[in-house]
């Protein structure tokens, strides 16, 4: 250990610190070492010890990035906070700390300006050791939680027996990329789409079925055998047959009142109806496995409305027991107003006048049995904002009839509108709601003009390339926004190679796969590299962009900011591409530069790519 008193500078300080870096570097294993801090934490903790030493209070030593980067790169205003305190002008304070500063391995300047900045930049060496121990650490260095929490993620949220449409866009993209993020934080996350497949789109399609074959065993009230095991429709029929029923329910009364009390019978268990109805799921589950599947998403768990439907009753009688539940008007009610509301909230209707239950009551049923079967530390729901008033009324309501546990938080997380160029709610040509399909095949179908306009391309591989391609534009276009903001979807710049788009990224990841593959053909060994010390501006840059990675990621997940993340990517991707326009990598003569330069590529990728993977899509081999 080397410690210096006051400003004394003795001859063998140099010598001591490399000494103590090497050390450092080498000593990976102890306890400090073995935790990989976040870069600016590093920089703060170094700080912080050169407070102490000078008689200060660690804390003070926080260090941010320079909000003056044409001064320095990082900067510590330590000394001005603690100047009250310590009654003592700020920058005598700035000036013993930068004494101490002057001995760090971690920093190459440590100026003070008036009244008390510290003006910092961090030395190469630290930068370097940074990277190095970023490629071979796990996830980069981010760390697992002490305690990893349970989370459940509700998305998706598609009704059964009703195409996908562009409004289930988002909640599964953005749901998608949540998940993921929090596990790559070391959580255990579970996703549930939850389905929507008990309401009355059931007894619509039944009503209009029995319409058209009345003769099928399911309508036999008689009936006590085996039902068939094909169901008596395709998935096409199945979406012909809803929006004609709900069209139909919407002029005849009395059409609508048979399809209430088909879904009251369903939902009461006749036979024959719990059979039919267990094909339109079947069928309408399958097709959307299989949508699902195209964007890349995936749900851990397959539940419904319908699953919570046996234990409504026991609900019920709890919230009117503990005398949470009132009637009022023939309904059945829970007041979940509070003293300090600026607006009107509502109460939260549990059993409608008839007796039915309604979304609320799936909603907080299905709070009930996610507590009992796994004990969630948290469940975010991720549906359009336009229903952050139900929700509102659902999370008071589930505290106060305490269906949640007091430690569980409950988070919504409400999307804005995807809209058209006209900035209103995107529809298609005709006018209509355009289908999640066409919206991709609309996509894929662009995408695979570009590329073949661009280059030569086998037809097989163009139209695959095409597809990973345009799913990015998708996801990027979406993500890359604020999820509670409206945005317009703009096909044209979504599948641009240019600009914040997903394509110009994953063109990027695809430059330095392909460098990567030339240096390997040329004799050049992948294995066993590291990062040297930078030799150009462009390439501090690049470098000074991935030392952030870790604390990006970590504030995505706190904030639950996906676009976090796509605003970093694409920082990473312009720093690498000024770098490679200033840098002839592959010609290099010196080869333990240009193997220094491999290792930077290397890792440029692999941290990329770990961000695509993140936000739900990934780069080809080549495009
Ligand atoms: N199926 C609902 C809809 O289409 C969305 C479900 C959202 N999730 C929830 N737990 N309510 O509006």
């Known amino acids: 250990m080397c410690f210096f008193q006051g400003g004394e500078r003795i001859a063998e300080a140099e010598e001591c610190r490399v000494n103590n870096f090497i050390k450092n570097t080498a000593n990976a294993e102890t306890e400090e070492q073995s935790k990989m801090k976040k870069f600016l934490d590093l920089l703060s903790n170094e700080v912080g010890k050169a407070f102490e030493q000078a ?13 003056r980067p044409d001064l320095c790169e990082y900067q510590c205003n330590g000394a001005m906070a603690g100047a009250k305190k310590y009654k003592k002008a700020p920058v005598m304070i700035a000036n013993e700390v930068a004494e101490f500063l002057k001995s760090s391995e971690v920093f190459e300047k440590a100026e003070v300006v008036p009244p008390g900045f510290l003006n910092l930049n961090v030395s190469a060496e630290m930068i370097q050791k940074y990277l190095n121990d970023m490629a071979s650490s796990d996830k980069f260095g981010v760390e697992a939680p002490a305690q990893p929490k349970k989370i459940m993620i509700d998305y998706g949220g598609p009704n059964v027996a009703k195409p996908l449409h562009v409004g289930h866009l988002r909640s599964a993209v953005i749901g998608e990329s949540i998940k993921r993020i929090a596990r790559y934080m070391g959580h255990n996350v579970i996703g549930d789409i939850h389905l929507g497949d008990w309401g009355l789109q059931m007894g619509l399609i039944i009503t209009e079925l029995k319409l058209r074959q009345p003769d099928l065993v399911y309508f036999d009230e008689s009936y006590e055998g085996e039902y068939p095991e094909e169901a008596p429709f395709t998935i096409s ?42 094909h339109i799921l079947n069928v309408s589950v399958t097709d959307l496995k299989k949508n699902y599947e195209n964007l890349s998403v995936e749900f851990d768990l397959w539940k419904g409305e319908s699953d919570v439907h046996d234990v409504i009753p026991e609900m019920v009688d709890y919230m009117k027991k503990e005398g949470y539940a009132h009637e009022s008007e023939g309904a059945l009610v829970v007041d979940v107003k509070e003293e300090t509301d600026t607006k009107e909230i509502p109460p939260c209707m549990i059993l409608k006048s008839d007796g039915a239950a309604l979304y609320n009551t799936t909603d907080l049923a299905t709070i009930m049995v996610r507590m009992r079967e796994y004990k969630p530390d948290e469940i975010i729901y991720v549906v359009d904002k336009r229903q952050d008033l139900y929700f509102e009324q ?8 305490k269906l949640v546990d007091e430690n569980t938080s409950l988070k919504f997380l409400g999307f804005g509108t995807m809209n058209g160029k006209d900035g209103k709610p995107f529809k298609t040509r005709q006018g209509g709601v355009m289908r999640l399909e066409h919206l991709i095949a609309d996509i894929n179908e662009e995408m695979l003009k570009k590329i073949l306009s661009g280059r030569e391309m086998e037809a097989k591989e163009a139209e695959e390339t095409s597809k990973v391609i345009a799913l990015s534009a998708l996801k990027y276009g979406d993500l890359s926004n604020q999820a509670s903001k409206d945005y317009v ?23 330095i796969k392909s460098i990567l593959k030339r240096y390997a053909e ?6 066993g590299l590291a990062c040297k010390n930078y ?19 970590e504030s995505a997940y706190e904030e639950i900011a996906p676009h976090k993340i796509c605003a970093y990517l694409y920082d990473l991707a312009n720093a690498f ?10 010609s290099e003569e010196d080869e333990a530069k240009k193997a220094g330069w491999i290792a930077l590529l290397s890792l440029t990728k692999d941290v990329a790519e ?4 993140v936000l739900g899509f990934s780069a080809p081999e080549r495009m």
Request: charged share 25%.
């Open 577 to 586: 591409n000024s770098f490679y326009h200033e840098t002839k990598i592959l």
């Open 610 to 613: 770990s961000c695509m993977d």
């Open 394 to 401: 659902v999370f008071r309501c589930a505290r106060k009839t």
């Open 55 to 67: 008689g200060y209070e660690k804390e003070l030593g926080r260090v941010t990035i320079s909000n």
């Open 522 to 527: 040329n004799g050049g060994s992948l294995e």
């Open 489 to 511: 979807f703009d096909i044209d710049r979504f599948t641009s190679f240019e600009g914040d788009t997903g394509p110009y990224l994953l063109y990027t990841v695809v430059r």
């Open 535 to 553: 030799s150009n501006t462009s390439e501090k840059n690049l470098m000074m962009q991935l030392v952030l990675f870790n604390s990006v990621m």
């Open 237 to 278: 029929e199945l979406e012909e047959i809803y929006p004609t029923a709900s069209g139909k329910s919407k002029e005849d009364a009395a059409y609508k009142e048979e399809a209430m009390q088909n879904t009251f019978k369903l939902q009461n268990g006749v036979r024959g109806y719990r059979a039919l109805w267990k």
